[in-house]
Every structure is written in structure tokens, then in C-alpha cells.
């Protein structure tokens, strides 16, 4: 007994022993990349919770945590205690930015020091490992597959945009009485991405239109596809804010709403990995026919026939381009609607048209509507806070110090969450009227890294040339389809509930032809 008393102790004092010898070298290791570097303290969040910062988190999430005032108290901590400060979190390290230094070493050149973890565990069960949840060797798979796929110079089919824009127009009341173009916007670009997507729109429009009062008819199963949709999304983004706590979160319809929406997308990947094939046996070429439709999912099945990431990959790409889309046409129509002058320029710009359909070449020359989608790109951007980890100990260039322009320390495992829209109104880099919806900037502004609308270094968003073009092609059939143009919402612009940034209140206005 007094034997093993004594090995016990022994081992314990191995035990601790090893454990003190590993503090000591890792606390030597990370004093000499200070020392190194010249890394100075950044600024803190003033927690009376310093351990587990329970201080900070109850401050960003005093509002609903669903109404994410989690962006806006982001950007407003940042402007309260300087560019780049740092907290704890739920137990957890953190550091929050808008500086473009930062930004652009956690982007570009420091890229393979930070991970997506935690993006990854808050979306995997409803995104999978597509591209833009997945690290490392799974993520240049995945760039390598997609990335080609949208290097088309007309990569948007203005056809079928036009054809749900006509649907879009149909539903729309024209008498001048209100109607929220929010949920039309998001409905619109739902239907738009699954045609190019999958070769075939869910309908959305239709789908939702007898929630309208409108009244329509055999759209059950897609109506249920759009709800299944939402309530999946709204559940990851649930999961995002929660961080640790995310574990213990676990909601059945959720689950139930995730799996039908997988269950429909692996319907289209089976039906083109059967087409593929079809051709192959009849003997045709991998090549598309010039008159032959692009379908996206069918050029991605000629690389691969592999389901699960056929299927990831179109979840990841249709949560992105839906959403980036819906969020820039609702900003836009929102500052339409509120500020008349703008509208009357877009209207003076798009009337060489003459009424007729634009083409590319029409899109790519207007300038003052390429300014104002750039001006509510950076006020109204639409990603707000989007955050990385750190896989090793490293540094970050800007922060540290009284003047916050030394180096920092940034250890493994904490989060970097960088805010773009306190960087995009900072008024040290925007001017004293950053805060206003000014497109004459855009005239001469070259911000480089200071505007990063869709991210930016190797993961810099794949579509958005096609956002940019279907969105422009929009407002200009909106300019042209419709004379008048009023807001019906006497509060001003604030962020909503969205995993984009959109109009709290929605789009109140009225129309008239």
C-alpha cells in the first residue's frame, strides 16, 4: 500500500512537473515572438468578468441575440476603444478589428496562420465542407472545382434573370399602396440562383405568393423547400452567435428543415450525374454546346461525381449568392426609395435604353450606378462581421501601444473576428462624411484594402461578378419598369435579423408605373 501511496506521488510530481516545464517553454516562446516582433498590449475591453468575460458578452448580445445587434455594438466598441482591441468571450480569446492591416495579414499574407474553424462547427451540419466553411486541403478541393465555373465573362444568364423578373413585376402592387420589397428580394434571388444552380428555379415567387394574399396554386412542395430553407439558416446562424455554447443547442425542426433541404439538392445532383452520363453513352463530348443552357451543377459534375460534395458545394454557393444578393437589392431599393435625387439620376442614366432590355456592354458602362452599388456596398455592407482563428502563435501588425500602431501578440486558438462595416465607415479613411450615402466618392476613391465587400486574399468571394451584374440588371428594370418610387418607413436604415445586412424594417414603399 505505502508502495503504491508513493508511486502515486511520484507520478503526480512527473506529471506536474512536465506540465510546469511545458508552461515555461511555451511562455518563453511566446515572450521571445514578442520581443521579436516588438509587440506591444492592445487595448481592452473594460470586463468586470476578465476571466470569462461575461461582462463583454452580456454587453454585445443585451438585444435580442437574433436581431443582431451583435454587428452594430461590434462596430461600436471598435469607434469606442480604437480600431483593434481585445476581450474574452465565453471563456475564449478574442481580438476585434476594422484595421486594414490586420485584415489583410489574416486574409492574404499571413493566410495560413488562421483557420474557419469556428465557422466550420457552427455551419457543417447544414453547409457540409463546401467552400466556404473548409479548410486547408478540403478548401483548395474545393476552390479547384468551383473557381472555374465562374471565370465565364457572362457568367449571369440575363434571360432567366428576366424571365423571374417578370414574375417579380406581376406580383408587385403598382397603385401606390405599401408593400415590403424585402421578402420579394429574397424570393427573387432564391429563384435566379436555383435556376443557375441546379438548371431549374424553385419558384420561390409563386411559392410565397398566396402568403401575399395573392393566391396560387400546386407550389406546396416548393413553398416548403423556401420555409425549410430559412428556418435551416436561421438555426446555423443561431449556432454562430452562441460559439462554445452551440453544443448544447440542438433543435429538432432544425434538424428536420436541414435534412429536406439536403434531400432536395442531392435530387438535382443525381439527376445530373444521370445527364452526364446520358451524354457520355450517346457519345458526346464534356464539352458544352454554344446553344446549350449552362447549368452550373452539370459543368461541376463533369469534374466530379462525388455526391456529398456536389451537394456542399451547391449549399455553400446558393447560402452566399441568395443571400449577398437579396441584402444589396433591398439596401439599394431602400436608399432609392428615401433619397429621390438618386433615383432621378439612375432614371436621367438609364434612358438612352429607351425602354429596351440592357446587355452586358449597357451594365458595364454605367458609371453611376456602378458608384451608388459601391457606395451601398461600404455603408450597407453586406457582410458585417466575419471572424477567423489563429492555428498558431503569431502576430498581427497594428494595435498595440498608447497610438495602437505596434504589433500584437496574437496566440493560438484565439478568434479574430474583423468587423467591415466599422471599417467601411471609418472617417479617417472615408472622410468626415462617411456615415452618408455619398456615390460621387466613388469618382476617384481607390480604397485597396480599406473596402472589402466581398472579403477579400485567396477566399475572396468566387460570384461576385454575378451578383454584381444580376443586381445591376435589376435596378435597371426597376428604373425602367416603374416611374415614381416613395419610402413608407419613417425610421431610418438599421441592420436587420439576417445573416446579411438588410433593412431592419424591410423595404416599405409604393410604386407606381
Not at 99 to 119: C, M, W
Not at 121 to 127: R, S
Not at 185 to 196: E, G, K, L, N, Y
Amino acid at each position: 500500500m505505502f508502495n503504491l501511496i508513493s508511486s502515486l506521488k511520484v507520478g503526480a510530481a512527473l506529471v506536474a512537473a512536465v506540465w510546469i516545464w511545458q508552461r515555461i517553454m511555451l511562455y518563453n516562446h511566446r515572450r521571445k515572438i514578442k520581443r521579436d516582433s516588438g509587440c506591444l498590449p492592445a487595448a481592452k475591453f473594460p470586463d468586470w468578468d476578465p476571466l470569462f468575460g461575461i461582462g463583454f458578452t452580456y454587453h454585445m448580445v443585451t438585444e435580442d441575440i437574433l436581431d443582431f445587434q451583435i454587428m452594430k455594438n461590434t462596430a461600436d466598441c471598435l469607434e469606442k476603444y480604437g480600431n483593434t482591441f481585445t476581450s474574452k468571450a465565453m471563456g475564449f480569446n478574442f481580438i476585434w478589428t476594422c484595421e486594414p492591416e490586420n485584415i489583410k495579414a489574416v486574409l492574404s499574407t499571413q493566410f495560413d496562420q488562421f483557420n474557419n474553424q469556428g465557422r466550420s462547427v457552427g455551419a457543417e451540419d447544414f453547409l457540409g465542407k463546401g467552400i466556404f466553411v473548409s479548410d486547408g486541403e478540403h478548401w483548395q478541393k474545393s476552390r479547384a472545382l468551383v473557381r472555374p465555373n465562374f471565370a465565364r465573362d457572362q457568367i449571369t444568364d440575363l434571360v432567366s434573370v428576366e424571365e423571374r423578373f417578370q414574375t417579380l413585376i406581376s406580383l408587385l402592387p403598382k397603385d401606390g399602396s405599401t408593400v415590403d420589397l424585402l421578402p420579394f428580394m429574397f424570393d427573387f434571388t432564391m429563384d435566379t440562383s436555383t435556376h443557375f444552380l441546379f438548371g431549374d428555379s424553385v419558384k420561390s415567387l409563386e411559392a410565397n405568393a398566396h402568403e401575399r394574399s395573392i393566391g396560387h396554386h400546386g407550389q406546396e412542395n416548393l413553398d416548403e423547400f423556401s420555409a425549410a430553407w430559412d428556418y435551416a439558416q436561421n438555426d446555423m446562424l443561431s449556432r454562430f452567435v452562441l460559439g462554445p455554447l452551440r453544443y448544447v443547442y440542438k433543435e429538432k425542426k432544425a434538424a428536420r428543415c436541414i435534412k429536406l433541404v439536403q434531400d432536395h439538392v442531392e435530387k438535382y445532383v443525381d439527376e445530373a450525374i444521370r445527364y452526364n452520363s446520358q451524354v457520355r453513352a450517346a457519345g458526346g463530348d464534356e464539352k458544352k454546346e454554344p446553344e446549350e443552357r449552362y447549368i452550373f451543377l452539370r459543368a461541376l459534375a463533369k469534374q466530379t461525381q462525388d455526391r456529398r460534395m456536389l451537394r456542399d458545394e451547391l449549399l455553400n454557393i446558393l447560402v452566399a449568392g441568395r443571400d449577398t444578393t437579396a441584402s444589396l437589392l433591398s439596401n439599394m431599393l431602400h436608399t432609392m426609395a428615401n433619397r429621390p435625387d438618386i433615383w432621378t439620376k439612375l432614371k436621367n442614366e438609364v434612358a438612352f435604353l429607351q425602354g429596351r432590355i440592357p446587355t452586358y456592354e449597357d451594365i458595364r458602362n454605367m458609371k453611376y450606378m456602378r458608384w451608388c452599388i459601391n457606395e451601398s456596398l461600404r455603408l450597407h455592407t453586406v457582410l458585417a462581421l466575419v471572424g477567423k482563428e489563429a492555428s498558431i502563435d503569431t502576430t498581427l501588425p497594428r494595435g498595440g501601444g498608447p497610438d495602437h500602431k505596434a504589433p500584437i501578440f496574437v496566440a493560438k486558438g484565439t478568434f479574430i473576428a474583423y468587423s467591415f462595416l466599422a471599417l467601411h465607415r471609418r472617417k479617417d479613411l472615408f472622410g468626415e462624411d462617411a456615415h452618408e450615402f455619398k456615390p460621387e466618392r466613388w469618382e476617384t476613391l481607390r480604397p485597396g484594402w480599406n473596402y472589402l465587400p466581398f472579403n477579400g486574399g485567396p477566399r475572396i468571394c468566387v460570384g461576385q461578378q454575378y451578383a454584381l451584374t444580376e443586381a445591376q440588371y435589376v435596378l435597371i428594370r426597376f428604373l425602367q419598369t416603374f416611374s415614381a418610387i416613395e419610402s413608407r418607413d419613417p425610421e431610418p436604415w438599421s441592420i436587420g435579423n439576417r445573416m446579411t445586412t438588410c433593412p431592419k424594417n424591410g423595404v416599405q414603399v409604393s410604386l407606381r408605373c
